[in-house]
């Protein structure tokens, strides 16, 4: 069976990798394009080298190893640097993504999703077979944001400026949810939409 790919994305506080956590406790496998960034920094010595050759020593803390908090801030500061950090990190994402999808086609699993904020920034959208867009009021984006408890609300804002309107997603993707609601009102969207995915995933070859 060919497991369906299906990218999830949408601008800060937006919900995008709760819905990707449905996705995960209905069984696909879900690849966290985030976190995978983060962890390839820590392990590839060529690509953290690279950015901090990039960025300077700035984003380094006390103890001389990178501060992933200075990188944001320094890097989501400007589109150009938004971009250079997008150009030395994605292409590793790309390939890790691809090895797990295809040890979960291997296994079995039907749904692959692969949960990215920056998806169309970056063109993932050319791996996948469906995208999906998360969105929200952006009041209400920046109140979840700040619920977290790691970002100031000017520093929410700034980043959410920086990112891919939702308008500009929306064109792009192939679904939206609108995530303005309660928790039960998403979770029905969700489910109408993981049973039409699942019934397309169902008619591949």
Avoid: C, W
Avoid at 74 to 100: C, G, M, S, T, W
Avoid at 116 to 122: Q, T, Y
Avoid at 191 to 205: D, G, I, Q, R, V
């Amino acid at each position: 069976m060919t497991v369906l790919r299906i990218g999830i994305t949408g601008g800060l506080g937006s919900g995008k990798s709760i819905l990707a956590k449905y996705f995960g406790e209905r069984g696909a496998h879900v690849f966290d394009a985030d976190r995978e960034a983060k962890l390839i920094l820590l392990r590839s010595e060529s690509v953290y080298r690279t950015v901090i050759a990039s960025f300077g020593d700035h984003i380094l803390n006390k103890a001389g190893e990178l501060d992933f908090r200075r990188l944001a801030e320094y890097a989501f500061a400007k589109p150009e640097r938004q971009q250079r950090l997008n150009d030395i990190i994605h292409p590793e994402v790309v390939q890790a993504a691809d090895r797990q999808m295809i040890t979960a086609s291997r296994q079995g699993v039907a749904l692959f999703v692969l949960d990215a904020a920056l998806l169309f920034e970056a063109q993932l959208e050319q791996y996948l077979d469906v995208t999906i867009v998360v969105v929200a009021d952006e009041e209400l984006r920046v109140k979840r944001a700040l619920e977290r408890g790691t970002l100031m609300e000017e520093d929410i804002r700034k980043r959410i400026r920086l990112q891919m309107p939702d308008s500009e997603k929306i064109a792009r993707a192939d679904f939206v949810i609108t995530n303005d609601g309660t928790e039960d009102e998403f979770q029905k969207q969700f489910e109408a939409l993981h049973n039409n995915l699942t019934s397309e995933s169902s008619s591949l070859p």
